[in-house]
């Protein structure tokens, strides 16, 4: 990772000639991977990753030549300093990233299977203000908006900004701005009960007042992307038409579930896809891979979403899958990403299920 660097060379710095397709707005972060089978609290070696859900589909869409700008907050150290010089060489426009002279970056602890499975495990780091992604502030965000949902054809978020008062108002006002520039939502669930809760499970579910304020974004999204544990804990269901059919938008949703097949309801059509079978180094980042595969193809394509066709459908999902699957063979989330050739070439030479 970068040294600690001066101020102005962590500044957000020219935005990319092409105007952003996709805004990304939440978290970037580091997640420190524990030894396989160990615990990152306490075991080594370490290996420290960029990360964050928003922040790697950002990176995604640019190694795959979707322009997208990441929406968030930083601290001004290290971690702070490594993002800047990363999403200056993918291109990411950063004209709406902020900067925390108090409060630090995050460091996620993850522990890792023997099959290369995470689970989140805490946090390192907080110099007792916590972190500077939790004080995104809606006021800054306001400023930097307006150019950015001009150009753009979708902006993606998940829970985690709703779980710190600041960050949640950031995310609710980029969601109204969103929606009256007609912009549409994807909705990343990616629950994480440790950002909530540090001391809570990481396996449990959200409880009914964490479910309450997690509504409004199932309730706006066109586009719903969760993992089956995520559509059973919030719909009490993992059939993708029926969760679509609960909201009133009438989202399209895809349900995913590690290795088992993905599950989809996409323009009025239900398909299932086998899950890629590939060696597996870290899955850490591989289902925002996936989410930067769908947005990349349905910024190319549009209809996608509305149109049923079986057989295009099919093809977006693979497409899609496929990133998530490049992204398992590698450790941590970004530096694995592919690029649409290395996507093409995967998928002339392998097969599903």
């Known amino acids: 990772m970068a040294p600690d660097a001066p101020e102005q060379s962590i500044s957000s710095g020219p935005a990319p000639a ?27 070696p370490c290996d420290d990753r960029l990360g964050g859900a928003p922040a790697n589909v950002a990176c995604a869409l640019a190694r795959l030549g979707t322009p997208g700008a990441f929406l968030g907050r930083l601290g001004r150290d290290a971690i702070g300093a490594a993002f800047a010089q990363l999403f200056a060489e993918r291109g990411v426009d950063t004209s709406a990233l902020q900067w925390d002279g108090e409060r630090p970056s995050r ?21 007792g203000a916590g972190f500077a992604d939790q004080a995104l502030a809606a006021a800054e965000l306001a400023a930097a908006l307006g150019p950015l949902l001009a150009g753009a054809r979708w902006l993606l978020v998940g829970t985690i900004p709703l779980a710190s008062p600041a960050a949640a108002s950031a995310l609710q006002l980029a969601c109204r701005e969103a929606a009256a ?44 992307k969760c993992a089956r544990e995520e559509a059973h804990w919030l719909f009490g269901t993992a059939d ?12 399209a949703v895809l349900v995913t579930d590690g290795s088992a097949p993905l599950r989809w309801w996409l323009g009025g059509s239900a398909g299932v896809l086998p899950a890629f079978r ?35 459908d099919l093809e977006l999902m693979r497409f899609a899958g496929a990133c998530g699957a490049l992204v398992c063979q590698g450790a941590g989330a970004i530096d694995p990403q592919p690029t649409r050739a290395r996507v093409r070439a995967f998928l002339e030479h392998v097969s599903s299920g």
């Not at 092409?18 to 080594?44: I, T």
């Not at 309730?219 to 719903?224: D, M, S």
């Not at 993708?240 to 009133?248: F, G, H, R, T």
Request: net charge negative; aromatic share 4%; proline share 12%.
């Open 240 to 251: 993708p038409a029926v969760v679509s059919a609960a909201l009133p938008q009438r989202p």
């Open 18 to 44: 092409s105007a952003p397709q996709v805004l990304c707005l939440g978290e970037a972060l580091v997640d420190r991977l524990g030894p396989p089978g160990g615990d990152p609290a306490r075991d080594g």
């Open 107 to 127: 460091v996620v602890l993850v522990r890792r299977d023997t099959r290369g499975e995470r689970q989140f495990g805490g946090f390192a780091g907080d110099r």
């Open 278 to 312: 590939v060696p597996v180094v870290d899955t850490t980042g591989a289902g925002d891979a996936f989410t930067a595969g769908l947005l990349h193809r349905l910024v190319a394509d549009p209809a996608l979403l509305s149109d049923a066709s079986s057989d295009r």
């Open 181 to 224: 520039a007609g912009v549409p939502l994807a909705l990343d669930v990616n629950w994480r009960p440790t950002f909530w809760d540090p001391a809570a499970d990481p396996a449990a579910g959200p409880t009914p007042a964490q479910a309450a304020r997690i509504q409004p974004l199932l309730g706006q999204a066109a586009l719903i």
